[in-house]
């Protein structure tokens, strides 16, 4: 399975409703904006009020995973930045535009800069992972002369790494609006 | 102000007495939507208690002054803590025990007769589920037809009017519960009745429920006559008890007919569903008493709680017994049917045998309201 790397853990195994949303609410508070947290529970109806709550307040539910009864549960802590800031890449490119292009080049390379959590519960196929937090010093593996697409959920990250990899020398870079929050292409993950 | 536990049977008693009831239910809005406690003069709001942590004070001038107001969620946990929080601003407030939990599992006794020589017939009505069983007692034995997983419910109950269980019947293969049927008859020895046709992939032993079989409990006092009415399933029977009681299983209710989609073969079963419904009760007496195995809509209860009605006011009445047009029959049983019950293949494999699942998942694949009926 893939690695999900997760910034907190709360274990709020053995706790029945309302304890692992009462917990959860007061550890979000202490996360940093955009940073994730690992949920673990087992109460079952935990899946499906962590979801509602998440919807309700703004947070975003990742996904879960069940391993041998134990509920993993994945939320991300709203980001002011993504919904505040101006986009400023000068190129950009739809979703719906991009979709058709993937078809027909296969060298393109489609760059995921969400958190691994929030890849793993569902990218674009093939699409290469690095965290915006990581990309700075992991551009290098990256191909200069290839056309990079950079997406994530909402467009603002992404941007942000647009800009980041045009100055790090990378000319070829499109930002993906609005990202993966309205993708209707093939996905894959857990 | 102390918040003060409310019992399902109490919150059953409210139903059948048609009482004003105010439900604060406090499960996300998609459990709510999906299946509530319903009764006729019931009221309701919807706010997950996850939107409650912060405070009440939101929601005080949404409750009405001089109504008892019930707090409900899935389990009780998260109703007491909304409870407490009710009571600290000084509202008098309930709270259901156990939450939908118990309120999906409570089973409210209705007696519906006297049999003859002092038997007695009783329906046991789930509220929370559209289910509905029934136990027949005569001098010392009793009979139950479409037990519930709540196996201990009949033990007891039996044991209370001090008869032995001799014979447990399913009309068919149950599809949106559980059946506690043979749970019952390992647990008293009784002999377990099931149709072969619905039988074909179980895996145990029991005794060929076929049309014309007659069982007489406590000696020759009272008599179970079967009739076999596919359509529903393939398998489904039906049983007349003293030439009094109509027991329809899933094939006929009292607002809406039996559906014929749950095992996949709707195309198929859509002639014998007529053909049970127009046929084979048609030529019955109109004065039989029909005994459903569901009800959908709490408007189907009698005053006394009890889900009954003559066999001759439902020809009358009952829509899906008065599609004269065949072809608009097989149409409406077959097209636009609502969504299929919440784990219905793995509540099937259950019933077969095949699977086991633990209390929990038993309780999780039984969640949300019944579903097997075309209006």
């Known amino acids: 399975m893939e690695n999900i790397n997760v910034n907190q853990r709360l274990d709020a195994k053995g706790l029945a409703c309302p304890m692992p949303i009462v917990k959860t609410k007061k550890a979000m508070k202490e996360l940093e904006s955009g940073h994730i947290i690992e949920i673990l529970a087992t109460d079952k109806g935990s899946k499906a009020d962590l979801k509602a709550w998440a919807n309700s307040s703004g947070h975003q539910y990742l996904g879960t995973i069940e391993e041998s009864g134990v509920l993993k549960h994945y939320l991300r802590k709203s980001s002011n930045v993504e919904t505040k800031n101006e986009n400023k890449h000068p190129h950009t490119i739809s979703n719906e535009e991009l979709i058709p292009l993937l078809e027909k080049n296969n060298q393109a390379v489609v760059l995921d800069v969400r958190e691994s959590a929030e890849y793993a519960f569902g990218h674009i196929p093939g699409a290469v992972s690095i965290p915006m937090g990581e990309l700075e010093k992991n551009c290098g593996n990256l191909n200069k002369e290839a056309e990079i697409y950079v997406i994530c959920r909402t467009g603002s990250r992404s941007d942000l790494a647009a800009q980041m990899l045009t100055k790090n020398g990378f000319e070829k870079v499109v930002n993906v609006v609005p990202g993966m929050s309205e993708w209707t292409g093939k996905v894959e993950g857990i | ?375």
């Not at chain 2, 996850?50 to 998260?78: H, Q, R, T, W, Y």
């Open chain 2, 1 to 375: 102000m102390a918040i003060r536990p409310m019992k399902a049977s109490e919150v059953a008693k409210q139903v059948f007495n048609k009482a004003e009831l105010f439900i604060l239910d406090v499960r996300n809005e998609d459990d709510f939507q999906d299946w509530k406690i319903e009764g006729s003069n019931f009221s309701y709001l919807n706010i997950p208690y996850f939107e409650l942590l912060d405070g009440v004070d939101e929601i005080l001038e949404k409750l009405p002054a001089g109504k008892d107001i019930l707090v409900v969620c899935a389990k009780e946990g998260s109703s007491i803590m909304v409870a407490d929080m009710l009571s600290e601003k000084g509202i008098d407030v309930s709270y259901l025990e156990g939450g939908m939990k118990a309120w999906s599992e409570h089973l409210e006794p209705v007696k519906l007769g006297n049999l003859t020589d002092g038997g007695e017939l009783y329906q046991f009505v789930r509220l929370g589920k559209g289910c509905l069983s029934y136990m027949a007692i005569s001098n010392g034995e009793a009979a139950v037809i479409d037990a519930t997983r709540m196996t201990d419910i009949y033990l007891k109950f039996a044991e209370s009017k001090d008869a032995k269980i001799k014979h447990v019947f399913d009309t068919h293969l149950h599809a949106d519960h559980i059946s506690g049927g043979r749970l019952i008859a390992e647990a008293t020895g009784a002999a377990y009745w099931l149709p072969p046709k619905d039988a074909e992939e179980v895996t145990f032993a029991y005794n060929r429920l076929e049309d014309g079989n007659e069982v007489t409990i406590g000696g020759t006092s009272m008599n179970i006559h079967s009739l076999y009415s596919p359509g529903h399933t393939i398998g489904s029977t039906s049983f007349v008890i003293e030439d009094s009681y109509l027991l329809t299983g899933d094939i006929l209710f009292i607002d809406s007919i039996g559906r014929p989609d749950l095992a996949g073969l709707a195309e198929d079963w859509v002639g014998d569903l007529r053909e049970s419904l127009y046929n084979r009760y048609k030529n019955l007496s109109n004065e039989l008493i029909v005994l459903p195995a569901h009800f959908m809509m709490i408007d189907e209860l009698n005053n006394d709680g009890s889900v009954a009605e003559k066999l001759g006011v439902l020809f009358e009445k009952n829509h899906g017994l008065n599609i004269e047009n065949e072809a608009e029959f097989r149409k409406i049983v077959t097209e636009n049917l609502p969504p299929q019950p919440n784990a219905f293949k793995e509540i099937r494999e259950t019933n077969m045998g095949k699977i086991t699942p633990d209390e929990v998942t038993q309780r999780e694949m039984e969640i949300g309201p019944n579903r097997c009926a075309v209006r």
